[in-house]
């Protein structure tokens, strides 16, 4: 659902969102490795501490909000996946949601997802394309890099709504969960600022080149979408901007890498849910346990895929649903990271191992700029600029 959504910013708004997506690469980075450095200090995950320091009054809100962003973004990537098979089959995409969703729900509870991670990891490196093809699509990229390193602030609906997701596909609810349970579970040797050094440097590698084929592509529709004043309404028209690079077999790449991407994400987003759910009311939760030893965990992830699964056979135009997932992550995420900060400068939570004054600049920066963003959406809903 990212990538149909960097893809839609860039054929809609054309180079002029390069520069927040380098923006937000650093500040991506710094709340990453707060969750981390969070989650490998205190050994917990992240609902558990705001339990456990704060009460459920801050608790709940924000196992909410996550749930919130995670059913709709599990439904949009469910979409996705079945559109990318659509593209491959003919068949319509709503044929393929329940057997997806039901192969996965299998697989993450009772299989090893670690293993079967690789194949899908694979499957979703089809993205790379975009590195390649950006630099034979005919990118004027003399605007490109100038739009990279200069603001171009637009306050139409268009501007701001794709600001918030291109925002909100960065910088996500689940992924702040997700990174600071993954450091408590993860096992690293050495002692806490050699472990520390290892996760700034497996995150700083993650965001750059994560980013990097989402600033490509960008580039890419523009170049082939926007020049030429067409629009995404479907995944076919999304993939459309890898023709410069691979004709006809465009279609194809893309299906493959939009299914792998998806069978990647929804797992993850199932079990953050069920990590934040989890972690507020005081259950256990580890993916590692097997169901028979962690019963309210996977009950919880069976019910937000259930109601996921619901949301999805609404039959919502795909790309209408996997643009507005991101958008609702981007208007959700900044309470979190509020929170991040909180918990990453406590000297009861953190001892004497709190964030540095760099990652702290990082965090408040992403936490303005998410909110200021969020704040321009709703007045221009409020004024009637969506319409």
């Not at 050994?43 to 909000?65: F, N, S, V, W």
């Not at 000297?347 to 004497?352: L, Q, S, T």
Request: hydrophobic fraction near 55%; include cysteine.
């Amino acid at each position: 659902s990212a990538i149909a959504s960097y893809a839609i910013i860039g054929a809609t708004l054309g180079y002029t969102p390069l520069w927040l997506m380098l923006l937000a690469t650093p500040l991506l980075q710094s709340v990453q490795y707060t969750c981390a450095k969070i989650g490998r200090v205190t050994q917990r995950g992240l609902a558990d501490l705001l339990t456990h320091h704060y009460g459920r009054t801050i608790a709940i809100p924000a196992a909410l909000l996550l749930v919130i962003a995670n059913v709709a973004l599990i439904a949009a990537d469910l979409v996705a996946v079945g559109t990318g098979l659509q593209l491959l089959t003919g068949l319509n995409w709503v044929w393929f949601v329940v057997p997806v969703a039901v192969a996965l729900w299998y697989i993450t509870v009772y299989q090893n997802f670690g293993a079967l991670k690789k194949i899908f990891l694979t499957l979703s490196l089809a993205f790379v394309a975009y590195l390649v093809t950006g630099l034979f699509s005919g990118a004027h990229w003399g605007v490109a890099l100038t739009d990279t390193v200069i603001p171009h602030v637009s306050l139409s609906f268009a501007g701001v709504s794709g600001a918030v997701a291109l925002l909100g596909a960065t910088i996500s609810p689940y992924t702040i969960f997700w990174q600071t349970q993954g450091e408590k579970e993860e096992h690293r040797p050495g002692a806490l600022p050699q472990q520390m050094r290892a996760a700034a440097t497996d995150i700083g590698i993650g965001v750059f080149s994560g980013n990097l084929v989402a600033y490509f592509v960008i580039v890419c529709a523009a170049a082939t979408l926007f020049t030429h004043h067409e629009t995404i309404t479907t995944a076919a028209d999304a993939a459309r901007s890898l023709q410069p690079l691979l004709g006809p077999y465009a279609t194809y790449l893309f299906a493959v890498g939009f299914i792998g991407a998806g069978l990647i994400a929804i797992p993850v987003l199932l079990a953050s849910a069920s990590y934040g759910v989890a972690g507020t009311i005081g259950w256990a939760a580890s993916l590692w346990r097997k169901p028979w030893q962690n019963e309210g965990f996977y009950l919880i992830m069976t019910t937000a895929l259930v109601v996921s699964l619901a949301l999805a056979l609404l039959r919502m135009d795909p790309i209408t649903l996997i643009f507005w997932a991101n958008i609702l992550q981007g208007a959700l995420t900044p309470a979190l990271v509020v929170l991040l900060v909180l918990l990453g400068l406590s000297r009861k939570v953190m001892g004497a191992h709190r964030v540095n004054w760099l990652t702290t600049v990082g965090l408040i920066a992403a936490a303005a700029l998410l909110t200021a963003a969020t704040l321009l959406l709703f007045y221009s809903l409020l004024t009637g600029q969506a319409g």
